[in-house]
């Protein structure tokens, strides 16, 4: 008898949800060619297929190679009832602290983008009270102790009439790096409102919206050309010096081709610290893009950003170990506006053994040394370090000189949410971009918190799926470890 070989290797069983009815579902990923796929299948809906990744050797390498210990947060806020993703949380099984704690403080924007995830607007008028906001700071210090980043957001967050009464409520706190995500508007038409931003500086960093260079895809993402609005908003940045990332929401075939030359100019602003990219996440208004088919993965962008400049080759853009389906990062050294990749030289090992939080490795002194280590003038003349220090002969003596200043440091990071058709199991545990509940009593996944537990949708959405397990289940809750 002649075997049936399937047209695939078989890589590993999990659960997923359906992409119509957000049910748990069986679930497995599948290697076929260069692609990997994950293959689901729900008992009402049928079978469903969708593109995790288009480099089978890089998603392997960030499974399989970097792995680290879990870490967690200080407690755990919800109990194990329903199973995941239906317990949010943090539940005791999360396996990763937040690396990014998002601090949603308005509903409420200035603008109305086909593609916000938030479905914030004009005509949503609910800011969060500051008794309110306190409270959700209150949870993030609880599970953190002390937070990397905290992410103000929204909405627009400059739109909220206490804005600065948040930021000051951030201040009070042991927060590391604060971070204020906002679409630029008031920074690039009030007068002195940057100064003002100002500052908050040291470890304060703007999240600055920016797409697209061109007007076709920022009409798409963001209902307007907003060209005007970011470079006036950026020469403010520039002049003031307040550390800033530009943030690329990025959608096939729209604005995909652009990635190369905004990290160019981002280079060459004096502010600017890094380039975030974000693929589409189908979530919120989404405009009702169909991701499934038009499916933009971490695997692509990071191809697209290596086709598209000539400054980093693969071993620079690496995967990062807290929740490597989701996070890729590069560093370099920026000198007078020009980058030189770091990642490649340094030994994954030390992102495994030493890193809490590698989204921001500079602030990790034990990985700020091996970069250190890695320009060292003490490194033969042949070796890749040494042929790095060579480059930077302008910078005389400079490994002797610790620690690396934040604005010498340009990272860009690839940030994929996962969504109701790539979310599974197994990888959504790992989510390190956490957000507080603005119930003040609970922290969740990003990704979670925008399929089930925003606005009405815990209510409308979660309840059903949450009743009918329960019904299924018959089982008692099991309560939090002491
Ligand atoms: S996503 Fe994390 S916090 Fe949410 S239910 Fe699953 S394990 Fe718990
Ligand atoms: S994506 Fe940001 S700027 Fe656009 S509507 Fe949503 S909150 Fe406002």
Known sequence: MTARVRPYLFYGATQALCSTCLRVVQAKEIIQGNDVFLLK??????????????????????????????????????????????????????EQHGCVAVLEVTDHCNLRCPTCYAASGPDRLTHRPMAVIERMLDRIIANEVEPDIVQISGGEPTTHPEFFAILDACRRRPIRH??????????????GFAERLAAYAPAFEIYLQF???????????????????????????????????????????????????????????RCVRGVTIQPVQEAGRCDGHDTRTDRLTLTAVRRKILEQTSLFTPADLIPVPCHPDCLAMAYALKIDGKLVPLTGKIDPQVLLDHGRNTIIYEGDAKIRAEVVKAFSTAHSPTSAAGAIHRLLCCLPGFAAQAPLKYDQIFRVIIMRFLDRHDLDLRSVRKSCVHIAHPDGKRIMPFDTFNIFYRDRLEADVLAPLRQETAAAWQQPAVPIPA
């Open 211 to 269: 797409d697209s260079q061109r007007k076709e895809p920022l009409l798409a993402l963001r209902g307007a050309d907003l060209r005007d609005i970011r470079r006036k908003a950026l020469d403010k940045l520039n002049a003031v010096n307040l550390s800033t990332t530009l943030v690329v929401t990025v959608r096939q075939g729209l604005n995909d081709d652009e990635l190369g030359t905004i990290i160019d100019f981002a280079a060459a602003q």
């Open 178 to 191: 604060l971070m204020l995500n906002t679409n630029g508007l008031r920074i690039a038409t009030e007068e």
């Open 41 to 94: 299948h729900c008992p009402i809906h049928g079978h469903q297929r969708v593109l995790l990744a288009d480099d089978a050797g890089y998603w392997r390498m960030a499974r399989e190679r970097y792995l680290k210990p879990p870490e967690q947060v200080a407690a755990p806020n919800t109990p194990l009832k329903y199973g995941c993703p239906y317990d949010c949380g943090i539940c005791p099984e999360h």
